[in-house]
């Protein structure tokens, strides 16, 4: 769900009442002026994403992008049963025509995974952790991998970046300043440098976006 003028676009989701869950791929809009819904598109006609839940999305100047999700999907072996699976593709959904067009995968891409934080800023998306559920055909086993690691998405390039946090100089510049002095200064060098790095913790930027 991502904020658009004044409207508030919603993609997929699910439903779960513990005897039927649902998945969705369908595409809403909420008009802030007098707070009513509506449906977009036309999924018979064209392109558009699979069902999903757990997937995020960042809106760039026209453009909605989404990214990533999960869902279940029938046993090849057996059609009673499902298994789920976790998803790395991009869709960019253009907000004023409201059509879809699938991003080529390209860069340093995350895996696939679903429930990750994902934040706008800057002509950039970045997004953080998640999860992916790793199961066995028939759903037998199954084991989740939790995510830690932060990438970049280049709204306009449509490119992925592994990004990687970084001091600021101040603080780089201390901590050089700090291995220079001999051991018995240690204490009153590291009392000196505190101070600085803390100062600038709050303006490190990011390696490789």
């Known amino acids: 769900m991502a904020v658009y003028k004044n409207k508030v676009v919603l993609f997929g989701g699910y ?3 513990g005897k039927d869950v ?10 802030l002026a007098d707070f ?16 999903r839940s757990g997937c995020q999305v960042s809106v ?10 999960y869902s279940k999907a029938r046993d090849l072996d057996d059609p009673d049963l499902e298994h789920g699976k976790a998803m790395d593709d991009v869709w960019a959904l253009d907000l004023i025509k409201h059509k879809w067009e699938r991003v080529k995968r390209a860069g ?8 990750f934080s994902l934040v706008s800023f800057r002509g950039r998306a970045f997004l953080f952790g998640g999860a992916s559920d790793n199961e066995t055909q028939g759903g037998a086993d199954m084991s989740s991998d939790f995510h830690n690691d ?5 709204c306009e390039k449509r490119r992925w970046f592994a990004a990687e946090l970084r001091p600021p100089p101040r603080a780089k510049a201390d901590a050089e300043v700090s291995s220079a002095v001999p051991d018995e200064g ?13 100062e600038g913790g709050g303006e490190g930027g990011l390696k490789g976006t």
Request: proline share 9%; aromatic share 16%; net charge negative.
């Open 22 to 31: 649902r998945y969705y791929n369908d595409l809403w809009e909420l008009d």
């Open 186 to 198: 240690a204490s009153q060098a590291a009392s000196a440098s505190s101070p600085g790095s803390l």
């Open 108 to 115: 340093m891409a995350p895996g696939p995974r679903s429930s």
């Open 60 to 69: 760039h100047t026209d453009t909605m992008f989404v990214f990533g999700g």
């Open 150 to 154: 932060l990438f970049t998405f280049s």
């Open 36 to 51: 009513k819904w509506a449906p977009l598109g036309n999924m018979t006609a064209g392109l558009w994403p699979s069902p």
């Open 15 to 17: 439903f779960d009442n």
